[in-house]
Nanobody, 126 residues
Framework: QVQLVESGGGLVQAGDSLRLSCAASGRTFSSYTKGWFRQAPGKEREFVAAIIRNGGRMDCADSVKGRFTISRDNAMSTVDLQMNRLKPEDTAVYYC???????????????????WGQGTQVTVSS
């Protein structure tokens, strides 16, 4: 069992930065692929970024590439999402997720993940 708790959301203006953090407790976090997803009102949950277990390959959605960066600290069992140059369309609830031994192709889809955090709201005003 893995418990995930997100923090760092808030209300910012367009162009600002935010850093989301996800703290994990439970089983060995390094064996899990970690991902960030987001869900805006009336829309489906969508992939934002992922970092693959052990090998550390990272990827971001095209909509955030060049602005968002995912990072991890296995010793601290955390995974962060640095969000720069935020846009109003980034407004959503952001979720941290963990999938045991999830490979790269599966990391892009929410149904591959085993554990989810409760979500943190990010609101970007224009």
């Amino acid at each position: 069992q893995v418990q995930l708790v997100e923090s760092g959301g808030g209300l910012v203006q367009a162009g600002d930065s935010l850093r989301l953090s996800c703290a994990a407790s439970g089983r060995t976090f390094s064996s899990y692929t970690k991902g960030w997803f987001r869900q805006a009102p009336g829309k489906e949950r969508e992939f934002v970024a992922a970092i693959i277990r052990n090998g550390g390959r990272m990827d971001c959605a095209d909509s955030v590439k060049g602005r968002f960066t995912i990072s991890r600290d296995n010793a601290m069992s955390t995974v962060d999402l640095q969000m720069n140059r935020l846009k109003p369309e980034d407004t959503a609830v952001y979720y941290c997720a963990a999938g045991f031994r999830l490979d790269y192709s599966s990391s892009l889809h929410s149904n591959g993940y085993d554990y989810w955090g409760q979500g943190t709201q990010v609101t970007v005003s224009s």
